[in-house]
């Protein structure tokens, strides 16, 4: 099980964290989020066993993903915020994906970048 929480109302340039938590320890932990009348969009992925990371090029240099391993949590800071930013966001984890092909799913949780 998965719970994300963290979203808010921001303006642009600002920042906030996200936070998924995690009910138990899967290998891939990934962030995602869709705007209004948008696909679906890969942002973040990180796993557990080690310090491996990867950023979607949109977010690159303002967004980091990293976790808490000691409580099960994946973070996702996100600086410099844009109205482009705007968006509910998913956490997800994988047993073999990596920026695609996530089994497990938490709620969204809306991020409103206000310009």
């Known amino acids: 099980q998965l719970q994300a929480s963290g979203g808010g109302l921001v303006q642009a340039g600002g920042s906030l964290r996200l936070s998924c938590a995690a009910s138990?320890?899967?290998?891939?932990m990934g962030w995602f989020r869709q705007a209004p009348g948008k696909e679906r969009e890969f942002v973040a992925a990180l796993r557990w066993s080690g310090s491996t990371t990867y950023d979607a090029d949109s977010v690159k240099g303002r967004f980091t993903i990293s976790s808490d391993n000691a409580k099960n949590t994946v973070y996702l800071q996100m600086n410099s915020l844009n109205a482009e930013d705007t968006a509910v966001y998913y956490c997800?984890?994988?047993?073999?994906?990596?920026?695609?092909?996530?089994?497990?799913w938490g709620q969204g949780t809306q991020v409103t970048v206000s310009s």
């Open positions: 138990g320890r899967i290998y891939t």
């Open positions: 997800a984890g994988s047993a073999t994906g990596w920026t695609q092909n996530y089994e497990y």
